[in-house]
């Protein structure tokens, strides 16, 4: 399924923005794959998991293409609501500046009734 991340309103440009596809990797194991406003690319890999009312994809980079020479790492972790119809992603990344994994973005998504 493709999955396209835009912060902002519609028709708004915002200072980021990424499009990309989840796809089922084998039984368990999901990727996403993704193409930044920045020029970099992404590949990111993990497993859901399954919890009361909420499904949890945590997923770990496994490659990233950038432009310049700095390294960096990311994880992401996206928490499904069906029953309240919510999508959550958290954004973690690490630079060489600051290697631990820090929150960096954090945004929800809303099911809107037609």
């Given at each position: 399924c493709a999955l396209p991340?835009?912060?902002g309103k519609r028709g708004e440009i915002g200072?980021?923005?990424e499009n990309g596809?989840?796809?089922?990797v084998g039984n368990e194991e999901i990727e996403l794959s993704l193409a930044h406003s920045s020029g970099s690319t992404e590949v990111l890999r993990g497993y859901v998991t399954e919890g009361k009312d909420v499904f949890v994809a945590s997923l770990d980079?496994?490659?990233i293409g950038?432009?310049?020479e700095e390294?960096?790492?990311t994880k992401r972790i996206l928490e499904v609501s069906p029953k309240l119809g919510i999508l959550t992603d958290t954004y973690l990344m690490s630079?060489?500046?600051v290697p631990s994994l820090t929150e960096h973005l954090k945004v929800a998504y809303t099911?809107?009734?037609r």
């Open positions: 991340i835009s912060p200072m980021f923005s596809f989840l796809r089922c980079s496994t490659h950038n432009s310049s390294k960096q790492r630079t060489a500046a099911k809107k009734s």
